[in-house]
């Protein structure tokens, strides 16, 4: 009998038992019976909360990896009507505490909390690749043309919200004590060099737009 002919107990027996060979092929099962079903419940419980698709699949790969570092499912304590319904349930509450966490760790982002006191200013740019792209290229030259102000700001802020992350408060204060400025002169910089950037990207598109037209 292949391990897909077996049934949900066997695959959670041999996998929960860590003196099995091929355990690994019976999780390796487990995923693909259940997968889908996990994925539904996910996307259900993100739709509801504003959250997409691919974070319905992030969730669905960290519930798999939860339960494959700490493999609890018992069969005596399920709820389900058959083992399938049982295990779907296990995963699903797991998949419930993944989103908890999910949740909590953006609104911390949202809301600049997220700091574990480690982040600090970015005061010098990156030395540019070999392999840049040109639009790259094109951002890289004007942030060489900025003013030291505009460039530490820009720097700082995207190195964090590129991570999906806002500024945490304490970086926030470092930031405006290190220019010497108020946030809302911070805010008005941030916007300048955004402007710069995207007038720059612009007259890249319209050359390349030019470019095609007449090519």
Known sequence: MTYHQKSTQDLIDTYQNVDLPNREEAFSVLVLRFR????????????????????????????????????????????GKTDDDSFIIYLAAIAKNNLTDFYRIQKRKEEGNWSDGSEVIITELPKLPTEASLENQIVYKVLCSLPYSHKVIYLTYKSYENAGCNLPRKLLKELREHLGIEQGTIRTYKKETLDKISIALLGLRALESDLHENG
């Open 36 to 79: 889908q079903d996990l994925l539904n419940f996910c996307e259900m419980r993100c739709r509801k909360f504003g959250q997409s698709h691919e974070v319905a699949e992030e969730i669905v790969f960290k519930t798999f990896e939860s339960y494959a570092k700490k493999p609890g499912f018992d069969l005596k304590e399920a709820k």
